[in-house]
């Protein structure tokens, strides 16, 4: 893409840009909320664009100076700093068109939404439960390290500990565009606790990640929806186990359930359990579009296919390997600590590397 087509492209988007700033200060659309959360998501999208166009004109502008200092300079001391100054320029203009080209991508309209997480134990007994409890620590302290929220909705333990399913909502800034890498299978090989002769065990666990549905997303009858309330099971006091505060909602036309069972009270559960729902109807038709999108690439890695085998945690190695992307990495102890910033990153960026294939196609 040339120079001018790329300035031209930016300049289209900041005419919009200053469309979307005078709109969300409009009283009308701040009194429709559905429309101005909508339109204030474009601007924070928009904002990033405007950001790097404004950096790579500069950046051509004073090249373009440069240049004609180095025609009309004679002092050797000026021209010297000229051209030093447009070669480290130029230097910079690659790295910021790719950005650009980047951010002129559409992104997964869903990036910027909370999640959803369930990670349910998989092949290999109570060993299971406990990589799937191991896996919730990992998660966790990741979500820590973002200055994210993680909120338990229901979880079911394991015999031997860790848990055969637990749920959670996590909320922040941009989550579901960082979790979704983490949707598939995930394996452990090591000894299990619950093993007598030392034998390395192979077990698994299922991770899905589901971008939260807002409510104006999707619209939800009562007529639809069956209420059932029960007992909580579990640790959590006198209260929590003696009174009928758990919920279980089960959508009559799809046959989804989804109960809720983490807060005392009544009214707190069903309306997590609602925002739950809510969810994952919404996501029956988001998993199209991965559908669509995953037909389109050769090795899309956020797929959120629950089935694919993504990664494996070798405890007598202490290794860990992303099957997507080929990569391996010895330091084990440190990513079940929740450092698994560098292989997000580095999908993030064999994604991002498909994007722009198919964006030049």
């Not at 051509?60 to 447009?86: F, G, V, W, Y």
């Not at 359930?257 to 997590?272: F, G």
Request: with cysteine; aromatic share 6%; glycine share 6%.
């Amino acid at each position: 893409m040339s120079t001018n087509s790329l300035l031209d492209k930016l300049e289209g988007i900041l005419i919009r840009f200053q469309e979307v700033s005078e709109q969300i200060t409009n009283p009308e659309v701040i009194a429709d909320t559905k429309r101005y959360i909508k339109l204030n998501k474009e601007y924070k999208d928009l904002a990033k664009v405007a950001e790097v166009q404004k950096r790579y004109k500069n950046a051509l502008d004073n090249i373009h100076s440069a240049r004609e200092i180095l025609k009309e300079e004679t002092d050797p001391e000026m021209r010297e700093m000229a051209k030093m100054e447009m070669d480290e320029l130029e230097d910079t203009l690659p790295g910021m068109e790719e950005e650009i080209k980047l951010l002129l991508i559409p992104a997964d309209p869903q990036d910027g939404k909370n999640a959803v997480m369930e990670i349910r134990a998989g092949t290999g007994g109570d060993e299971a439960s406990i990589f799937a409890g191991d896996l919730f620590r990992m998660y966790t302290k990741f979500c820590e390290s973002k200055g994210w929220r993680v909120e338990v909705t229901n979880s079911n333990e394991g015999t031997s500990g860790g848990f055969k399913e637990i749920v959670m909502n996590i909320t922040g800034e941009g989550v579901y565009g960082v979790l979704k890498y983490e949707s598939g299978v995930h394996r452990v090989q090591r000894v299990p606790q619950t093993e007598t002769q030392g034998r390395v065990h192979t077990s698994a666990a299922t991770v899905a990640v589901l971008p939260e549905a807002e409510e104006f997303d999707i619209e939800l009858r009562n007529e639809d929806i069956r209420r059932d309330e029960f007992c909580s099971s579990g640790p959590g006091g006198q209260s929590v186990n003696t009174t009928y505060s758990a919920i279980r909602l089960t959508h009559i036309p799809t046959g989804i359930v989804v109960q809720c069972q983490d807060q005392k009270s009544k009214l707190k559960n069903l309306d997590k359990a609602m925002a739950e729902l809510r969810t994952r109807l919404y996501n029956l038709e988001y998993q199209k579009y991965l559908d669509e999108i995953a037909s389109q690439r050769k090795t899309m890695v956020s797929t959120g296919d629950r089935s694919a085998k993504i990664r494996t945690y070798n405890y007598p190695q202490g290794r860990v390997t992303d099957h997507r992307i080929n990569l391996t990495l010895y330091n084990l102890s440190a990513i079940m600590d929740g450092d698994i910033h560098g292989i997000i990153d580095k999908l993030v960026i064999e994604e991002n590397a498909e994007r722009l294939k198919m964006s030049e196609m």
